[in-house]
């Protein structure tokens, strides 16, 4: 029996495990990218790579002009911050690569598009313990998320079963994700985690998800195979 569901796929690090995941546990993916106005395409060839390598049903990117808003790193002319080591991001403060509502408007369209094919599943790769201090990636958030949708939509209200939202990577380090990923036969060298890489799709090696990527490799005792400039890894 098909089991579609839709994957939030952004050609990084996380999106792409958690998608090995979905096929692994038997689910038939969608997956859906956003042209939202970050920086870069890198990440949006990235996670076509990816998509063709693990096999979806299908693949949609979305265009949404967030720049129009602004207000984070991602989304303006804000410098991307830089570190030479994570000791020296503050971990008290949420950080100006943070989206406004990033994964809420990804979300809704992932809801959307669930209600079209008929998936009663959504997966997003979000983690709370490793990661750079969104609010969007909480449990508490995860678990508020599922609840509204299940108010929100037909699907919900007259499904036979309730809409669930996966976040399996959520209480993983990255290093236990990247050793999960590897589990599945990912290659991690056809993703991209990088803020802010130079034309050559290089990764910096030292914005905050490169240096929480580099940790997690070093941690998982593996080489990171994604291309960095300047950086031995």
Known sequence: MVRPAIVLLSGG?????VLAIAKDQGYTPYALSFRYGQRHVVELDAARKVAQALGVADHKTIDIDLRAFGGSALTSDI???????????DATSIPVTYVPA????????????????GA????????AVDY???????PQYIAAYEKMANLATRAGVEGEAPLRLHSPLIEMSKADIIREGLRLRVDYSIT???YDPD????????????????????EAGVTDPAPYRNVSV
């Open 120 to 127: 009663t599943d959504i997966f997003t790769g979000v983690t």
């Open 102 to 117: 990033r994964n809420t408007i990804f979300l809704s369209f992932a809801l959307a598009y669930a209600e079209v094919v």
């Open 79 to 89: 410098s991307v911050p830089k570190h030479d080591t994570l000791d020296e991001i």
């Open 192 to 194: 991209s985690s990088c």
């Open 132 to 138: 750079s201090g969104y609010p969007d990636c909480r």
């Open 199 to 218: 034309e050559q799709a290089r990764a910096c090696g030292r914005c905050d998800t490169c240096l929480l990527r580099l940790k997690g490799f070093s």
């Open 13 to 17: 690090l996380d999106s792409t495990t």
